[in-house]
């Protein structure tokens, strides 16, 4: 197979598998949060309710695709495809195997961060542009919140990235090689792993969407498949946030020989993804000034004083 | 507990949050193992308690005859007023429902027709399955409220002890009346 084959497959098989696999995210997810409040979840449509995907998708394709006429138009139906890109953008960097990920970037690390930067004008945008007040509140809190977090996020890798001594995303799972750098980073693994949450916008950091106060927030407005994109969006990046300390911190696809490179990855993504719907099945949505504070006098002081002392470990 | 101050209540309270929340996520965790309180109910039928209040039905007396007496009752107690009915008399002297029609789609199954009834002759069963794709098929008229039995209450029978006349029976003959008293005798 020519190299250009090979790539070309490479970047639609995993196009492919990310979007399928958001799209299976959102029936575990029900079921698991289903077995955790002691009910089944969806479990009618097909073996064990997988074809519950295929209902959804055909319910939001039937749907009205409806503009509000005081909407930015413009604006109003970019934003969801833009938080589609902007994560799928940011899997591109993600090595999954040897011989597997999309482009190898000497700075991938960088762009994975500019990507996940990008994701809250998707949001923003989306806010703005529906002129409603629920619409415009979440999309101040999204604001506020990605510029908190944003900060101590990049922070937090800083270490892994002394550790290593690259920004290359491959290069950083193979420097794990005699040690994953969940063990020296711990502290920036949960930090990360913190920040990655708020990220994807998920409980408890799903302020800019809260249902209960907020409706939907930045997506009130949105219907059919437009609404689609951005929930789909949000599995992705849940996906990714989960791939990527996988790769930061749990040393990517290495593991004993008997399970295929590729399957470590996968199942360490996994059971981070496992991890992330279970906080979200347990944990309560702080109120909006104790989130802040929670980042900005806690997370970041953490962030800072681990970089320190990481710095001065590897000087010693 | 003792308020501290500074950096030692800043310690905890962050200790206070985390362990707070790590020990919900154990416990929401510790439910994967137990058992889901769904009754899965086309396939299952949930447990109906003895008094559950389902669909109405007209009963009848161990002899066979309507109970209904067309009293009215029921229409009044009824809070959602949705049972219509218009009293008939036949030659015997006996009274019945000249129709009866429940609206379905209004009752909201309180029971309070029962309560009012005084023949026993409105009951709520244990029938919840009142689906319908025609809304008019939510009217149901007396043919479809009769039942063939006596439904709770089997031996009760109206006009056995009620004292009203009926044809082939004067006042007082029934199985559980007494005599007439006469009112006019000094007698004791
Ligand atoms: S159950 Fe209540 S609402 Fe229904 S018919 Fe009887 S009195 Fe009316
Ligand atoms: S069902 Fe009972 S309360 Fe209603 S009219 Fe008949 S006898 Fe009276």
Redesign the interface.
Known sequence: MSPVMYNLLNVVLILVCVVFGAALLTWLERRLL???????GPNRVGPFGTLQIVADMIKLLMKQDWVPPFADRLIFIVAPAFAMFVVVAAFAVIPMAPGVGVVDLNIGLLFFLAMTSLGVYAVMFGAYASDNKYAMLGGLRAAAQMVSYEVFMGLSLMGVVMLAGTFNLRELVLAQADGWFIGPQIVGFFIFFMAGIAESHRTPFDLPEAEHELTAGFHTEYSGMKFAMFFIGEYVSVLMSAAMITVLFFGGWLGPAWFPPLGWFLLKTMALVLLMI??R???PRPRYDQLMSFGWK?MLPLALVNLLITGALILI | MKQKTGLGQYIYIVWDYFYSNIVTLVKVASHTFTKADTVEYPEQMPYLAPRFRGRIVLTRDPTGEERCVACNLCASACPTDCISLQKTEDESGRWSAEYFRINFSRCVFCGMCEEACPTYAIQLTQDFELAEYERQNMVYEKQHLLIDGPGKHPDYNFYELSGKAVSGRAKGAGTQEAEPVNLKSLLP
């Open positions: 289903g077995i955790w409040q002691d009910r089944y279970l906080i099945g347990s944990l806690f």
